[in-house]
């Protein structure tokens, strides 16, 4: 058997790893088979499985077992604690649940217990490396030691309660700790972790204002800085400036329009909504690449009707080369991995840094031009079930481009 991926080798360049939920389970079969016999399928630098979706052992992760593809398991711990999760169907089959949330009150025993059967399950269902099964960084008082205790423990069950694997913390800042990640880097520097998954509690990289998105940047910065890894959760098209501003890897969910809300997840759910509200809203979406955006489908079949639009929306990867647009909200998904995976394969093509920045800033220049073309398109067309979207993200991921360059050059040494 040939020997595991080292985590630093691995994050050493811009990486996508897609997030995988029990949605997910075609649109990854096929794009990992490939659409003919003569294309070959996408190839994914590793992937992130929601436990609800593991714990199923579904058939796709032998698939990417065999294709040598790393695996992380998301222990979905974020949302254990509060008592939601105990009316939750989908979480109620993981088989390691606590009988009570996890609060800075919970006992040593029962803290022991959690992290050792989570890490069980995780090893159970092939994670290639172990995510700690965490808690969410919430402004209180002890939730930032609970935080540091359970890493701790994780660190210690590695090796003694499972086999040995490399360790990924989670760290998902509420917005005191988004303010203030000093403190949390220098504690985890003491503990030994290959890498972090940083999830901030409340984020909408479509909607947030540009200083909100620069402490999500610079949280992850002083990550990187100190040398550990940064994966970002679910932060769809805006992984790309994070990583033209140094942030290692990123996750999001097959065409999801990504946003995450702690405070949704765990709001006791709603008849037959259950998750999606974590999720970005529901209705097919559509990525375009070349917009940076992931739009409903009745949106882009409005765009491929424009003659100005339609041949700048041309998809040449192993999604599309065969079938060109039609048929493209079926094959949505595939064509959401098989974008997404070529966008960051761009961008690791470029030797530098300086040049990674210079990529996505080019990208973003060229996508706010299009995204002007089909605004004023579609309030030509008028048609009321494809209004036209405002694109306004461009503008505020070009204007963070320019401030984090900012304030990395006065972070330089002044001689
Ligand atoms: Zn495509």
């Given amino acids: 058997m040939q020997p595991t991926t080292p985590l630093g080798d691995l994050l050493a360049s811009p990486r996508y790893l897609p997030r995988l939920t029990e949605n997910d389970t075609k649109p990854i079969q096929r794009a990992l088979a490939g659409a003919t016999l003569f294309d ?13 979706y593991a714990v199923a052992e579904p058939e796709v992760l032998d698939h990417l077992r065999e294709q040598r593809v790393p695996v992380l398991i998301d222990p979905q711990s974020l949302r254990l604690s509060t008592p939601a999760y105990m009316s939750n169907t989908r979480l109620g089959s993981l088989p390691y649940l606590p009988s009570a949330p996890l609060t800075p009150s919970s006992s040593a025993s029962d803290r022991d217990h959690f992290v050792a059967d989570a890490l069980r399950f995780q090893q159970k269902v092939g994670a290639t490396y172990y995510l700690v099964p965490s808690i969410p960084l919430r402004n209180d008082p002890g939730w930032a030691e609970l935080h540091h205790d359970l890493t701790a423990r994780a660190a210690s069950a590695n090796g003694r309660e499972v086999d040995s694997r490399e360790l990924v913390a989670l760290l998902a800042p509420g917005s005191a700790a988004l303010r203030s990640p000093r403190a949390f880097v220098s504690r985890l520097l003491d503990l030994p972790i290959a890498a972090v998954y940083a999830q901030p509690l409340a984020l909408d990289p479509i909607t947030d204002s540009v200083d909100k998105l620069a402490r999500v940047w ?9 040398g550990i890894p940064v994966i970002a959760g679910r932060v769809g098209a805006f992984g790309l400036v994070l990583q033209a501003l140094g942030v290692s890897a990123f996750d999001s969910g097959i065409g999801m329009g990504e946003r995450y809300s702690w405070a949704d997840q765990v709001r006791r759910p709603k008849p037959k909504q259950d998750d999606k509200a974590a999720g970005g809203g529901s209705g097919k979406r559509i990525y375009l690449e070349q917009l940076l955006s992931t739009l409903p489908a009745k949106v882009v079949e409005a765009l491929l009707r424009l ?8 998809c040449n990867l192993g999604c599309c080369r065969v079938a060109g647009h039609a048929g493209l909200v079926d094959r949505r998904g595939e064509h959401y991995l098989f974008s997404r995976v070529h966008e960051v394969e761009q961008l690791r093509a470029q030797p530098t840094s300086s040049l990674r920045l210079h990529e996505v800033h080019q990208h973003l220049l060229a996508a706010r031009d299009l995204a002007a073309v089909a605004r004023r398109g579609l309030k030509d067309l008028g048609d009321s079930e494809a209004p036209a979207p405002t694109f306004s993200h461009l503008e505020t991921w070009l204007s963070l481009l320019a401030r984090a360059e900012q304030l990395k050059a006065t972070e330089a040494p002044v001689n």
Avoid at 40 to 52: K, P, T
């Fill in 218 to 226: 610079s949280f992850c910065h002083e990550l990187e800085e100190a």
């Fill in 40 to 52: 070959d399928g996408v190839s994914l630098d590793g992937v992130v499985v929601e436990a609800a």
């Fill in 307 to 314: 003659e100005g639009v339609r041949g700048r929306l041309v």
